[in-house]
């Protein structure tokens, strides 16, 4: 690629653990002097934790010093509203609020590789979705006001989030009643984890004094995925034993959504479009018919032949059966690093096509010629990533998961050692800091 190329550009959408995994590799991968533009579009979203109130501040991480100074990448504020296959359409967001001016009608960022990194949608407070890290943090100081003035707090649904929000309440406020309900027979019931790690979960709950009530459910008047957080007067009963129950706070933490409505506009290019696909395609073909998540091939690319340059990872894809933040990573180094590699073959075509063209008009010998094309294929020519000429397929990661219940520890799950630890490795992993330590790192900071 000659130095007056047009570059390359690589849009990655969402900045939350796929994504910037995505990115630091794909700056890794591409030296400084390749002919590559990234632009991450991202919209604050983070995850909260409510009894700590000095450690809120760590789980907001600026993004300002995630590409070197003076680099050709960029930052862009915005909300992605439509995906086209050679470019999105941008909603910019100023001073925390989507801008409704006239003057700042969606913006065309055109790509030649696009990653879908956008995330998942879980009821607040596990996940905020924000527009400022201001609001954010006045929303968390509301919830955990109402977590001090509450005596009797009930949370519905036993996933991951519930287990870790019911603990961490319990161990900051051990003189409250903490209940949470489950409708599944078993807490973090998800498919390959085994029953003794889900067991060891309950087990841990109820030694700190949550009462853990299985195999139920409750509707409770107001409260809602819409409305997740709800500090009223409630009396409710249990569906199956009409046990009634007594509340003053409520968290509604069942389930997670993806909105992938911005897959609406997407369209193959027409040379790409099959005989059967005329004179329409329909994008919702690319989406799970249950989930709604987009399905990709084991290469991370969509499941459709005629995108092979947009990438979908982390909770927004199929990737996984049970998402996770260590699975988001995984996924967007995979990405980063076939994005690498679809771009060296280019490169290499294009080198070999000019060298013919030279050859045609100088009668090369065929020994210049050889040199003349290129690099040995094992060689990276500016790009440290090995066998270059084959995408990697990405294997849906292990059955890992650290469940922090309180800053002193939790429960984990490393299939690696064939077993469940219980709080040394949660405290260790975990617990600590939420891993948030590792990604103020990824981004370049240092923490508050």
């Excluded at 794909?26 to 409510?50: C, F, G, M, S």
């Excluded at 287990?163 to 019931?189: C, Q, R």
């Excluded at 690319?301 to 990573?329: K, R, W, Y």
Aim: neutral net charge; proline residues 6%.
């Amino acid at each position: 690629m000659t130095d007056n190329s047009p570059k390359q550009h690589i849009v990655v959408v969402g900045g939350s653990y796929g994504g910037v995994a995505c990115v630091n590799k794909l700056l890794r991968y591409l030296l400084k002097d390749t002919n590559v533009q990234i632009t991450l579009i991202e919209k604050y979203v983070a995850l909260t934790t409510l009894v700590q109130k000095d450690f809120a501040k760590n789980l907001w991480i600026p993004y300002s010093n995630l590409f070197p100074k003076g680099s050709p990448h960029r930052i862009c504020r915005g909300l992605v509203k439509s995906i086209y296959n050679d470019h999105v359409l941008v909603t910019p967001i100023h001073d925390g609020a989507e801008s409704s001016t006239s003057s700042s009608e969606p913006q065309r960022i055109n790509f030649d590789y696009l990653v879908i990194a956008t995330g998942s949608m879980i009821p607040s407070p596990a996940k905020w979705t924000v527009n400022s890290s201001k609001e954010g943090l006045r929303k968390m100081d509301e919830i955990r006001e109402n977590i001090v003035q509450s005596e009797r707090i009930v949370i519905i649904g036993g996933g991951a989030c519930g287990v870790e929000l019911s603990g961490e309440i319990k161990y900051a406020f051990p003189d409250k009643s903490v209940t949470l309900i489950h409708d599944m027979p078993h807490l973090v019931d998800y498919p390959r984890f085994p029953e003794s790690f889900k067991e060891e979960a309950r087990r841990y709950l109820t030694n700190q004094g949550v009462e853990v009530i299985l195999n139920e459910r409750a509707d409770i008047e107001g409260l809602s995925r819409e409305n997740p957080v709800q500090k009223a007067e409630r009396a409710f009963k249990l569906q199956g034993s009409e046990r009634v129950i007594h509340s003053d706070l409520q968290f509604f933490s069942i389930g997670i959504k993806v909105d992938t409505g911005f897959i609406s506009t997407l369209e193959p290019p027409p040379d790409k479009m099959t005989s059967s696909e005329l004179p329409s395609f329909d994008p919702q073909t690319l989406l799970d018919p249950k989930s709604h998540v987009i399905k990709v091939r084991s290469t991370l690319q969509l499941d459709h032949d005629a995108f092979p340059n947009i990438f979908a990872i982390g909770d927004v894809s199929n990737a996984d059966p049970v998402p996770t933040c260590m699975a988001a990573v995984a996924a967007g180094e995979t990405a980063a690093r076939n994005i690498v590699k679809l771009i060296r073959k280019n490169e290499k075509e294009a080198a070999g096509r000019q060298h013919h063209h030279l050859h045609l008009h100088q009668h090369q010998p065929s020994e210049v010629k050889a040199e003349a094309g290129g690099h040995n294929d094992n060689e990276t020519s500016g790009y440290s990533c090995h066998s270059w000429n084959k995408l990697e397929n990405y294997l849906p990661t292990q059955t890992l998961m650290v469940l922090a219940m309180n800053p002193s520890g939790g429960v984990s799950h490393l299939p690696v050692l064939g077993t469940w630890f219980g709080n040394i490795l949660a405290r260790v992993a975990k617990s600590s800091d939420l891993f948030s330590g590792r990604f103020w790192r990824e981004m370049n900071m240092s923490p508050p």
